[in-house]
């Protein structure tokens, strides 16, 4: 199960997961493909099978971050309120995604409280490790 690799999901339980794959859809894509783009609505998000996805930021399309590990997420900006994706994804190679619908996956949280505290937990864990990756990265340029 892609879901239980992910740290997303750290916790939670068989049923819970059966639902969001429920609501999931598998997709590959080519390189070069892009999945979202900074500035657009964050309608899905993404959760890494196989291959590589570069976050650029900005007009400059400054790169901040490369995921490449199973389970990795990305287009998190909706789960978090935002109105926008903050950064764009492309794919840097052939690349297998699960793609959640953020809306049916707001929807399906709302109905689970305790499943959906555990699940901004794991968020605020993830997104705090990506920042001190990117710390790194800023410190080696």
């Not at 783009?37 to 309608?43: A, C, Q, W």
């Not at 052939?94 to 959640?100: E, F, H, N, V």
């Amino acid at each position: 199960m892609y879901l239980k690799q992910s740290d997303l999901f750290n916790g939670m339980s068989v049923e819970f997961i059966k639902q969001v794959l429920n609501i999931s859809s598998r997709e590959q894509h080519d390189t070069g493909s892009v999945l979202f783009k900074g500035g657009d609505y964050p309608e899905h998000f993404y959760i890494l099978i196989q291959g590589r996805v570069q976050l650029t930021f900005g007009e400059s399309e400054k790169q901040v971050y490369i995921g490449s590990s199973r389970g990795e997420f990305f287009g998190w900006s909706g789960l978090v309120g935002r109105s926008a994706y903050s950064a764009s994804g492309e794919c840097l190679e052939t690349t297998d995604l699960l793609k959640i619908n953020q809306m049916e996956f707001s929807q399906l949280l709302h109905s689970e409280p305790e499943t959906k505290c555990l699940f901004y937990k794991n968020l605020a864990s993830a997104l705090g490790n990506r920042l001190m990756h990117t710390y790194e990265f800023l410190s080696q340029r």
